[in-house]
């Protein structure tokens, strides 16, 4: 006999040793439960459970009506027994209401904080030193629910309701924070090999290489980069495709909480860059970015990709934006907004002025400066790629025939081969809009009409050597012919570049590469091999010395602004108060080419025609107040500039009414009302004066007050009627002595600190020359505010200045993430729901701010790799299957049969 065996034996017994001892029947009873156990295989149905109630009331009545014995009694007290044995076998599980009820009529009339406190006198178990003491949440019909906050994580919390005392899912949570602790013997070998892997960290790498290298979650699953995991560590554990995209959801809700701790830890104001974007899975999202100045230095991070389900109306717009903001509870904090040329956009900006009641609408706008440049080069390159209207006395109609024909030769009737997907970032309502501003032109500007020929030979120059490029571009033998023809002739270059349609600074580097390549295209284009009729046919290419001048012209006008656009597209760069210096500065040199005789017709034209353009926006820069105030906060520039540049008195003196009132709005600091000069202590109980003649005599005129009244504000008050008791040696001389101070404060080194309320430090700046030497303005205004104290008038005009200074004068982060997006969506990646998009382009952002990147407090947020469950036995037997045949194995082991 076993072991086991023989402990059920003895309990069995004892069982029927202590049924036997009331008396004989009650013995047979006992035995009869003990050797008349039914079989497992007799049994149909498990008995039906009886009603609690019902069996005590059953037991009782026969108990008391059979007291006196007999078989009744006999048989009542067999059944009372039996019931309670199967009770205690079977415990009765309660029912989450028989809980909740049996939990109110305990706790009736007991406050939810008295039942907190009386409870948890209960709570033995140590896990709850794991959380913070619980809070109570109210609940729907007088119920509550117990928070307990993680101690260690305090972002984490486990809920559980007041009725309840399980302690499973604190006890879960609470091993998920403190994993087991690793062996003695692997600390010493990961000491030894300098390794520092965790499964955790593992996680959080993968997801972030995912999310800022733009790479499929997919990769993890890659057979051969397992293989280097496992190379590198065998015990490595590598997440698979789906626990990585969640992974990286994770970390975008949890950066998001630190990235609204850090916007709202700023005192500065917070500038919006705003641009749509249409995802290559036909997604619509809003790219919202915020920049800011700290440290001295610009930053700016993706603020989120809001996805767009409905009509892109402004009004629709500006209510998706206000709900970003106060998701980050920042839209009291924005100044600037920028955003693209479109009409449409003071539209939002107006709603959101509706929304947010501090926020300015169109008053604080910035338009991208560079859709502004890329306007005005549309408008240059609108001469040479557009049948323009001639003049009606235009001449030389055979000449124009010619030119019309071997444009006409040119075209090969079919598609451009570079038109790719990949390069149509631009969007098409846009497009639309910019096309219907150059349709405008010809109208709005007689003097731009040319004649036939005029406009058709900067046609026929502009068609030739952007569909040479083409051809060369697309043609591994003609660049393989024109990389030798190159090097035979010592040139840099090897082949041409490519145009894009969407891209128009695309159109300067062609014609540049094309200047620096002259000397072998021709030979090029002349090449028997490419001239066959059903070849390139590259000899109708050819240019003409005229040509070559006319491109060389084009050149030198579209320079400047392929500068500019590179100046701008550096997010250190971009900043508003550099628009208006680009501007003149562009302006001057289309106004050269416009005078300039010598020049062709048609390049004086296309100058012409982007001086109309960028006069027209230089215009609606008056339209807000933002470029004239961060002009004026320049050092090296005030309204000096202005002058320099031959502005009309009435325009500074605008500009100037304009920043007064923002400063006396929203920075001067509120006027020191206890500013009375004093002695002895400079103090009020000192100096012998009440507080409310000291308060009295502290008003500081308004710059627009009158000089009487402010003689009258400053007149000596003299002393209270109920003077305060004076120590001795004080009275009405000494009240004397700090009239006569007062008198002579502006003498006084003392009185230059009292008069600290009257000095007004933009008054004092306005006054001052230009400081030409100061090349970085926001690094100059930056030194005085961490030289100034905080509540002083100079540090109030150092954040004045770093707010106007530091806001982004183009979209360029904008446009930047929305490349980052683009190659999130790769033509592999389709099937990308929204939230993988945004999560992915964000993360991907967020990862290189390392006040956001905390790798040790990101990867605890990442729960720990659950095992799978292993079921436990005592032991695994392999027995033959003849040994069936004799009983089988013994009960309790479990048996792996081999035939």
């Known amino acids: ?87 205690a076998r079977r415990p009765r599980l309660m029912s989450a209401e028989e809980k909740r009820r049996r939990f109110k009529e305990k706790y009736s009339g007991m406050t939810p904080e008295q039942i907190l406190a009386t409870v948890s006198e209960g709570w033995r178990s140590s896990v709850y030193t794991h959380y913070r003491p619980p809070q109570i949440i109210p609940g729907p019909n007088g119920t509550s629910t117990y928070r307990f906050i993680c101690k260690k994580y305090p972002t984490k919390h486990v809920d559980r309701a007041d009725s309840e005392d399980s302690t499973g899912n604190l006890r879960r949570h609470a091993d998920c924070c403190d994993p087991d602790e690793t062996a003695e013997s692997d600390l010493l070998s990961i ?164 929304l947010v009641p501090g926020f300015r609408g169109p008053q604080v706008r910035v338009r991208c400066f560079g859709h502004v440049l890329n306007l005005v080069v549309k408008a240059i390159l609108s001469q040479f790629t557009q049948k323009k209207r001639a003049s009606k006395d235009s001449d030389n109609t055979v000449e124009a025939a010619n030119i019309t024909r071997e444009l006409v030769n040119l075209d090969d009737g079919e598609p451009d081969e570079d038109d790719d997907n990949d390069d149509h970032e631009g969007d098409a309502s846009r497009e639309a809009a910019d096309d219907a501003i150059l349709d405008t032109l010809d109208d ?46 010592g040139l840099d270059y090897e082949v041409l570049i490519r145009p894009v349609s969407t891209r128009w600074n695309t159109v300067t580097e062609v014609i ?28 109708r290419f050819m240019l003409t010395d005229e040509d070559w001048k006319l491109l060389d012209q084009l050149h030198r006008l579209l320079g400047p602004f392929l500068f500019a656009t590179n100046q701008i597209s550096s997010s250190t760069r971009a900043l508003v108060h550099e628009v208006i210096p680009y501007i003149d500065i562009l302006t001057e040199h289309l106004d050269d080419y416009t005078a300039d005789l010598e020049l ?34 320049h050092p090296a520039y005030k309204t000096q500039y202005f002058r320099d540049h031959r502005w009309e008195e009435e325009w500074i003196e605008e500009a100037k009414t304009i ?62 009627d109920k003077a305060p008791k004076q120590p001795a040696g004080t009275g009405r001389l000494s009240a004397q002595a700090s009239a006569n101070a007062a008198m002579f404060a502006s003498v006084s080194k003392n009185g230059s600190r009292k008069r600290a309320n009257a000095f007004d430090p933009l008054e004092a700046y306005l006054e001052t020359p230009p400081i030409s030497s100061v090349e970085e303005p926001l690094h100059h205004w930056n030194l005085i505010l961490e030289s100034s104290r905080d509540d002083s008038p100079d540090a109030a005009l150092a954040r004045m200045a770093l707010d106007f200074l530091s806001a982004p004068a183009a979209s360029t982060d904008v446009e930047q993430a929305f490349s980052r997006g683009h190659l999130t969506v790769s033509r592999l990646r389709h099937s990308l729901g929204e939230d993988s998009v945004r999560a992915g382009t964000v993360v991907g952002s967020w990862a290189r701010i390392p006040d956001l990147l905390d790798e040790e407090l990101l990867a605890k947020s990442l729960k720990p790799p659950t095992p799978c469950p292993v079921k436990k036995t005592a032991a695994v037997v392999a027995v033959p299957a003849s040994s069936r045949a004799q009983g089988g194995p013994k009960k309790g082991v479990e048996v792996l049969v081999i035939d």
């Open 191 to 354: 000491y030894a090999h300098g390794v520092t892997y965790t499964a955790q960290r593992m996680r959080l790498l993968l997801a972030l290489w995912c999310a800022r290298r733009h790479r499929p979650y997919a990769i993890v699953e890659d057979p051969e980069i397992q293989e280097v995991f496992r190379m590198l560590y065998s015990r490595v554990y590598i997440p698979s495709r789906t626990t990585v995209s969640r992974d990286v959801r994770t970390l975008h809700r949890d950066m998001k909480l630190g990235l609204m701790q850090l916007l709202a830890g700023l005192s500065c104001r917070l500038h919006l860059c705003v641009d749509g974007w249409t995802s290559p899975n036909v997604l619509s999202f809003l790219g919202i970015t915020v920049h800011w100045h700290w440290d001295g230095e610009i930053r700016h991070v993706i603020l989120d990709f809001v996805r767009l389900t409905s009509a892109h109306t402004r009004a629709y717009l500006a209510e998706k934006v206000v709900e970003c903001l106060k998701e980050y509870g920042i839209e009291e904090k924005v100044l600037v907004v920028t955003c693209d040329n479109a009409e449409s956009n003071a539209v939002m900006l107006r709603e959101m002025a509706k």
């Open 659 to 720: 920043i007064r009132e923002e400063w006396e709005a929203n920075y001067k600091p509120a006027d020191d009302t206890d500013a009375t000069p004093a002695v002895a202590g400079d103090s009020a109980e000192g100096s012998g004066v009440s507080t409310a003649s000291k308060k009295g005599a502290a008003v500081v005129p308004k710059a627009n007050e009158g000089k009487g009244k402010a003689r009258e504000d400053h007149a000596p008050s003299g002393v209270s």
């Open 1 to 87: 006999m076993s072991q086991s065996q023989s402990t059920k034996r003895g309990r069995e017994t004892a069982a029927a040793d202590e049924a036997s001892s009331p008396g004989s029947i009650a013995a047979t009873q006992a035995q009869a439960r003990v050797h008349a156990r039914p079989r497992i295989s007799d049994v149909a149905s498990p008995p039906k459970k009886r009603q609690k109630d019902t069996v005590y009331s059953s037991d009782a009545s026969d108990g008391g009506a059979n007291a006196s014995g007999g078989d009744d009694a006999t048989d009542g007290g067999i059944k009372a027994i039996a019931s309670v044995a199967r009770r």
């Open 444 to 489: 709005d500007n007689p003097d731009l009409i040319l004649t036939h020929a005029e406009i058709s030979a900067g046609l026929l120059v502009y068609e030739k050597i952007m569909k040479l490029s083409k051809k060369v571009w697309n043609s591994p033998s003609i660049r393989t012919e024109l990389a030798q023809l190159s090097a035979a002739a």
């Open 600 to 633: 062709a017709p048609s390049v004086r034209a296309a100058a012409q025609r982007g001086r109309a353009v960028l006069n027209k926006y230089y215009e609606r820069t008056d339209e807000s107040i933002i470029y004239r105030i961060a002009m004026i906060l």
């Open 512 to 539: 540049e590469r094309a200047l620096a390549m002259r000397d072998v295209l021709g030979d090029l284009c002349d090449k028997v091999q490419f001239n066959r009729r059903d070849g390139a046919r590259l000899r």
